[in-house]
């Protein structure tokens, strides 16, 4: 199974900008979709952005212009650079790793507390 570690989170004034990681443990990573989610308080758990093995990207709505993600497969490592940040992006942010062909791989990190306020 993969491992995941995010880190990066924390107080950010709204207009600020934080990046977060994500490292994955494994041989294997170039292979694996890659995404970041998060959820707020009281709400489900939503994507915000995915990256394909091959590096096409995905964006939420309420994320794109401000949010960029990208990986180094070089370094087992999926980035979220979020800039413009708004009250209402504070959440926990998860990243995820795929693989839908067999075997098959759904993995989750701990989770990283975004908060943006004054």
């Known amino acids: 199974q993969v491992q995941l570690v995010e880190s990066g989170g924390g107080l950010v004034q709204p207009g600020g900008s934080l990046r977060l990681s994500c490292a994955a443990s494994?041989?294997?990573?170039?292979?694996?979709?890659m995404g970041w989610y998060r959820q707020a308080p009281g709400k489900q758990r939503e994507l915000v952005a995915d990256?394909?093995?091959?590096?096409?990207?995905n964006y939420a709505d309420s994320v794109k212009g401000r949010f960029t993600i990208s990986r180094d497969n070089a370094k087992n490592t999926v980035y979220l650079q979020m800039n413009s940040l708004k009250p209402e992006d504070t959440a926990v942010y998860y990243c995820?790793?795929?693989?839908?062909?067999?075997?098959?791989?759904?993995?989750w990190g701990q989770g990283t507390l975004v908060t943006v306020s004054s």
């Open positions: 494994g041989s294997r990573f170039s292979i694996y979709a």
């Open positions: 995820n790793a795929e693989k839908l062909l067999p075997p098959r791989l759904n993995a």
């Open positions: 990256i394909t093995s091959g590096g096409r990207t």
